[in-house]
């Protein structure tokens, strides 16, 4: 890498406290707590996500809220369930705030996402899932790419003031989307950070980052 090169930031899935405790020890930049990771990852629950926290020391950390497998189309009983674990989310991230930070860092952001039947973004309850998360980092996950228009998807998640996209470019991984990945890193113009996530490794990842002039990138095997 150039010396002027700038380091890519690298978040790390993690489905297990076994791999939390590998992506510290790796050099991980950020993690993505999620369980179930073979169904594309569900919440986790609030006894991992205070293990993991106490294990990641310093290393940010960020929940999945998702509340199923499946589609990503939710009912009002499922808009709840997320909302309360967003909830869940920081009252975990006082309790680290109260604790000094030091046993228990707290809850960095939460990673949220919801459709409506017709494939486009469902505003209202992402209006909703977005104030309560308020205080947060937040990033809309891959179910932007099953969109029927990434790029009106794209102008309605900046509007909503989410601060990352987690997407594999409309493909079914980083590299196949890499030039729809560049074309949304150019057009949100710093407006929104591009993540191009699945499938990267060290070994596709500067390619990919000189392609798409992507800085953020996540994987479960991003650091092996």
């Known amino acids: 890498m150039p010396d002027n090169a700038v380091k890519p930031f690298r978040e790390v899935c993690c489905p297990t406290i ?45 929940v999945l809220v998702r509340p199923r497998e499946g589609n990503f189309v939710y009912s009002e009983e499922e808009a709840e369930k997320m909302l309360e674990s967003i909830a869940l989310c920081k009252v975990i991230r006082a309790d680290g705030a109260a604790a000094g930070g030091v046993t228990n860092p707290g809850v960095n ?50 509007s909503l003031g989410i601060d990352r996209l987690l997407t594999s470019g409309h493909r079914a991984n980083a590299w196949e989307g890499r030039f729809i990945l560049k074309e949304l890193v150019e057009r949100a113009s710093g407006r929104i950070v591009i993540m191009p996530g699945c499938g990267i490794t060290p070994a596709n990842l500067p390619e990919i980052a000189a392609i798409t002039g992507a800085t953020e990138f996540h994987g479960s095997r991003i650091l092996n």
């Open 109 to 158: 952001g939460v990673v949220i996402g919801a459709l409506q039947p017709d494939g486009s973004v469902d505003m209202a309850l992402m209006r909703r899932l977005v104030a309560a998360a308020r205080l947060l980092s937040i990033t809309f996950h891959r179910a932007f790419d099953e969109c029927r228009d990434p790029f009106e998807a794209l102008e309605d998640i900046i």
């Open 18 to 62: 076994e791999a939390v405790s590998k992506a510290v020890a790796a050099g991980a930049d950020r993690i993505e707590l999620c369980e179930w990771l073979e169904v594309g990852g569900v919440t986790p629950s609030e006894r991992f996500i205070r293990d993991a926290l106490a294990i990641a020391g310093s290393v940010p950390v960020n």
